[in-house]
């Protein structure tokens, strides 16, 4: 089995291609089977989110270890994922549902034995198909075997002794031709047994079997001249090659076979191999194995092919391989086809040995350059998420921080190629607003460095990113106007609830996805400014809390400065208060010297 990480990494490696995946416990064993139109969106939604069913975090818990099959369409993984289903049997297929079971199609133990889905399973004697993870192509197979066959629907109990007795009269089910109505003895034990065996064939997937059966029918009753019969042979024929389609996982081949392609790459080989069963694959496995001793590829067959037929338990005689030269097997024959569907299964099977070799490429790359390769990753994600003509390189944010108006200032920190360039961060003490105003302190602020980037003829950002949402956008908005650069720069807004991101001129937000790398780096620039922003802020607020333009009034000396800062933070608010506010704090006489001091110096009060 494979560690917690290299298990991540092969998830992250899986292609964006329609298949089956399966997962494996740590002793190897499969609990469970899956399709996916894209392998990699599917199996990654098991491991990026918290699931409310109990059953599937248990589940996510024991995979050790996952592989996967590549096909050519969602057909062909949802009829590959119900014939691994059936022949592993995986206990989370089944148990992965909370208030029910899957259900089964019973053929019930009785006189003219009914056909009908149930979800309780008892020890009766019935013979008992499923379960069906797809409810909706059990019932699909249910509805196909009643337009093919006719079999009856009602709950009559038809023991001899009851149908002699008389009691009963055929229903529209008769008239309509869908019951040969036992109910009036119309339709012998005998009769109803032999369409119950073509039943139990199509439901086993014995679809092979049961048109050669119905072929040999038609041929008898054409030579007795039963051609009315004759006929409804050949259309349960028809019906049934419509029903099993033209897919590599259901082929025409009577007898049963196996595939099998290896592919050298020193210092190792790759396999894939696929065991089918009267027209259906019924096991799937690609691996790499070690080729140290560089033996020929013949040789590489004739170890592998034995070791994987008894693996698998395969009697099939037998072997497409995927080279001209005939191998010397003991309980087989190999052959090398060029056309028809042998020749397709083969294609399916060197096809997964290329996407196996391409995740163990991925898998190696990821490994090596994953943190380099991530930052840019980024910024070409959110290039994409809001449509720029050219990758946001150049990327810089800013953040206002104060308290309750005091000591206000503004950060811009800069990323250039999705990382900080720290030497380049810059920020601002606010000059020309009074109070907590956020709005006006971003146009101050974002006025202040694109006026000068302009006057020094120096780069300006692919992106700025305005901390704060629609309010302050619009702020910065205009300073960039009032610099002209409204053509020269992209802005966006980001709000902080939802860290949705606003575009100038769209009235909807854009919120990008919770796992993508360009939300990664929004934050990143977000949380960035804010700490940036609030280390100066805090610096400066410390810096005044020990020093002011009252520092040089005599008869007020530091603790007195203290109580006064401490109930009113700053001199504006010492200055609004009530004269009675005051004098209750530091008494009437510090307070006349206050009062003075006010009437007759002007203050930046900021």
Same mark, same amino acid.
């Given at each position: 089995m494979i560690s917690k990480d290299q298990l991540a990494n092969k998830v992250n490696t899986l292609p964006h291609n329609p298949g089956v995946y399966q997962f494996l416990d740590q002793s190897g064993k499969i609990i469970y089977v899956g399709k996916a139109i894209d392998l990699k969106k599917r199996v990654s939604s098991y491991f990026q989110k918290d699931h409310l069913d109990g059953k599937t975090r248990t589940l996510v818990k024991l995979v050790c270890d996952l592989q996967f099959t590549v096909v050519q369409n969602e057909l062909d993984a949802l009829l590959l994922e119900n014939n691994l289903i059936k022949s592993y049997k995986p206990r989370y297929n089944v148990l992965l549902k909370d208030d029910k079971t899957y259900p089964w199609i019973v053929i019930k133990k009785e006189a003219f034995a009914r056909v009908f889905p149930t979800r309780r399973k008892f020890n009766d004697g019935s013979t008992y198909y499923g379960p069906y993870p797809n409810v909706k192509q059990m019932h699909q197979l249910l509805a196909l075997i009643r337009e093919l066959f006719q079999i009856r629907t009602c709950a009559l109990d038809l023991r001899t002794q009851k149908i002699e007795q008389r009691k009963y009269k055929v229903c529209l089910e008769y008239h309509i031709g869908k019951c040969a109505g036992p109910c009036e003895n119309l339709q012998t034990s005998s009769a109803y047994e032999q369409t119950l065996h073509a039943v139990r064939l199509l439901l086993e997937g014995k679809n092979f079997s049961l048109i050669q059966q119905l072929k040999k029918e038609m041929n008898a009753h054409a030579s007795e001249q039963s051609y009315e019969a004759a006929?409804?042979?050949?259309? &349960?024929?028809?019906?049934? /090659?419509?029903?099993? /389609?033209? %897919? =590599? =996982?259901? $082929?025409?081949h009577t007898q049963n076979f196996d595939v099998c392609y290896v592919e050298k790459a020193q210092p190792d080989a790759w396999i894939s191999y696929l065991v089918i069963c009267e027209g259906s694959i019924v096991h799937t496995y690609s691996s790499k194995v070690s080729d140290p001793l560089d033996v020929p590829l013949e040789t590489l067959y004739s170890q592998i092919i034995p070791q994987l037929r008894s693996h698998f338990e395969s009697s099939s005689k037998e072997i497409v391989v995927g080279i001209k030269d005939a191998l010397e097997l003991a309980d087989g024959k190999s052959l090398f086809p060029k056309i028809g569907e042998k020749r397709q299964l083969l294609e399916m099977a060197i096809n997964n040995v290329r996407h196996a070799q391409l995740q163990a490429r991925k898998a190696a790359m990821n490994k090596s350059t994953a943190v380099q390769n991530a930052p840019m990753q980024a910024v070409l994600e959110l290039q994409s998420a809001l449509g720029l003509s050219q990758a946001p390189l150049h990327i810089e944010c800013f953040d206002n921080s104060n308290l309750q108006g005091t000591n206000p200032v503004s950060a811009c920190v800069v990323f250039k190629n999705g990382i900080p360039s720290k030497a380049d961060y810059r920020h601002f003490n606010v000059k020309t607003v009074l109070g907590p105003d956020d709005f006006s302190t971003m146009k101050e602020a974002v006025g202040r460095r694109y006026s000068r980037l302009k006057a020094e003829g120096q780069a300006l950002p692919d992106l700025i990113i305005i901390d704060g949402g629609k309010g302050q956008l619009g702020a910065a908005l205009e300073a960039i106007e009032e610099i002209g650069l409204q053509n020269e720069v992209k802005l966006v807004g980001l709000a902080k609830r939802l860290e949705? &991101?606003?575009?100038?001129?769209? $009235?909807r937000s854009l919120i990008l996805d919770r796992r993508s790398l360009a939300l990664k780096l929004v934050q990143q620039l977000r949380d960035e400014a804010h700490r940036f922003g609030l280390s100066h802020h805090r610096k400066r607020r410390s810096k005044?809390?020990?020093? $002011?333009?009252?520092?040089?009034?005599?008869?007020? #000396?530091? *603790?007195?400065? @203290?109580? &006064?800062?401490?109930?009113? $933070? %700053?001199?504006? !608010? =010492?200055? +609004?208060?009530?004269? @009675? !506010?005051?004098?209750? *704090?530091? #008494?009437?006489?510090? +307070?006349?010297?206050?009062?003075?001091?006010? /009437? *007759?110096? @002007? &203050?930046?009060?900021?």
């Open positions: 006929q409804r042979c050949k259309e &349960l024929i028809d019906a049934l /090659s419509k029903y099993r /389609s033209k %897919s =590599m =996982m259901v $082929s025409d949705e &991101l606003y575009k100038p001129g769209f $009235s005044n809390a020990v020093g $002011s333009a009252l520092d040089g009034v005599k008869g007020l #000396g530091p *603790k007195t400065l @203290e109580v &006064l800062y401490h109930e009113f $933070s %700053s001199l504006t !608010q =010492m200055k +609004a208060a009530a004269p @009675e !506010q005051i004098i209750k *704090k530091i #008494g009437a006489a510090k +307070a006349k010297l206050l009062f003075e001091f006010f /009437s *007759k110096n @002007e &203050l930046d009060l900021n």
